[in-house]
């Protein structure tokens, strides 16, 4: 007998499955029960009016660390910095460097300009 | 109580203490949701009301749990709380939390072995299916740079000089890491393998959690072995193998000391704030050993 628990369960467990398999084709790696996957050091500069923004006022910008390291995939971070600057911070016209190495490999420059 | 109750109590219990011990909680309620959501439906809800319905959501089912009040709905409730609060914040999110939430979701819908059997096969299948299509866990990138840069791992180096060529050690590391997920994913999902999966989890990662000195995600392996406590203690039910022993332990013959199962929830809190501690002891011991 088809109960509201029984799909509740199958609904939990497919999602679930579902995130596992769009995680394996994508950049970002959300619900997909990755952690450590890839570990990046980064550092972000952000300058708006032509004004270089504070460690703080990053962490308070993007609620993370201006500089530190990211235990997830870096494409995690971009994410949430695209995400902002596309939203809350669309009129500002903000300049995003993420410098970052992933896995002891060479040092990578990640670019968003207005 | 039913040793059912006991273990959905013992195990919710832990795990919502557990999300005040990582401060989790506290971030929670003093963060202004949303922010960043995952999904866009979010940032069209007043920030003040939401932040007041999920604070008053999380402290009541937390409530509820820790007092055993409603125990399925509360854990139901508490789980879909931290739940929606991810999906609402972007910079929220982490994969312990997320598997606390699941847990407390399940224990909610009615946990029952197989259940948890399942959801633990899904969290390594995922783990290991993302690191097989990575080239640096097979070329032993991933792994030296963890091991050398990230958690400088004790004879790490002595013992990859054993091995010829460039990396191997990392290489092996990395391959086997996969393997062990892999392994795991599968033998949760074989009832059979009885306790098998789960002593080979708390190996693999007790190991690598003493290895790194307590550093590599010591929350993980708390959420782990709450899960794996669960399964053990929901597959001896039947002949009360663990729930007995959890109840009443004989000490000495005659002395007998019951192990409530409030005891076991703040023994278990007890444990993780002591693995919490474990880079500060052994930084203390590394002081004391350069002294001599």
New interface residues.
């Given amino acids: 007998m088809i109960t509201l628990r029984k799909i509740g369960l199958v609904l939990f467990f497919g999602t679930q499955m579902i995130l596992i398999i769009f995680g394996y084709f994508s950049d970002t790696k959300y619900f997909c029960w990755v952690p450590y996957d890839q570990i990046s050091l980064y550092s972000i500069e952000v300058k708006v009016d032509n004004r270089f923004l504070s460690r703080e006022e990053i962490q308070a910008r993007y609620r993370q660390p201006s500089t530190g390291r990211e235990n997830r995939n870096i494409e995690n971070l971009i994410s949430i910095i695209q995400q902002y600057e596309s939203t809350y911070g669309a009129g500002q016209s903000a300049n995003v460097k993420l410098t970052y190495q992933t896995n002891g490999k060479e040092l990578k420059t990640w670019e968003l300009t207005p | 109580m039913g040793v059912n109750t006991l273990t959905n109590a013992v195990g919710a219990r832990v795990l919502a203490l557990g999300l005040f011990g990582f401060g989790f909680a506290t971030e929670l309620l003093r963060?202004d949701l949303p922010?960043?959501p995952?999904i866009g439906f979010f940032?069209t809800i007043p920030i003040g009301a939401f932040n007041l319905c999920l604070g008053l959501l999380l402290i009541m089912s937390a409530l509820g749990v820790l007092f055993n009040i409603r125990l399925r709905t509360s854990s139901l409730l508490l789980g879909l709380t931290i739940l929606v609060s991810i999906l609402s914040?972007?910079?929220l999110?982490s994969?312990?939390i997320?598997?606390i939430s699941?847990l407390l979701?399940?224990i909610g819908?009615?946990l029952h072995g197989f259940?948890l059997r399942?959801?633990l096969s899904?969290?390594?299948?995922?783990?290991s299916?993302?690191?097989l299509?990575?080239n640096?866990w097979w070329n032993g990138?991933?792994f030296?740079?963890?091991a050398?840069?990230?958690f400088h791992l004790p004879f790490y180096e002595t013992i990859g000089q054993l091995f010829p060529g460039h990396l191997t050690f990392a290489k092996i590391l990395g391959v086997t890491t996969i393997l062990i997920e892999l392994a795991l994913a599968m033998l949760f999902l074989i009832r059979r393998s009885g306790n098998a999966p789960i002593l080979l989890g708390i190996l693999f990662h007790g190991f690598m959690l003493v290895w790194t000195k307590g550093e590599?995600?010591v929350i993980?392996f708390y959420v782990m072995s709450i899960a794996y406590l669960l399964v053990y203690m929901k597959e001896n039910e039947s002949n009360r193998g663990l729930a007995k022993v959890f109840l009443t332990w004989n000490y000495r013959e005659n002395k007998k000391i019951r192990l409530t199962y409030e005891h076991a929830t703040y023994l278990s809190y007890a444990l993780f704030i002591g693995m919490t501690k474990l880079p500060k002891i052994y930084r203390i011991v590394n002081v004391l050993y350069s002294d001599l």
């Fill in positions: 963060s922010f960043l995952f940032d914040c972007k910079p999110y994969t312990s997320t598997l699941c979701i399940l819908l009615g259940l399942l959801q899904i969290v390594y299948f995922g783990a299916v993302n690191k299509a990575d640096d990138a991933y030296d740079f963890f050398t840069d990230i590599l995600s993980y």
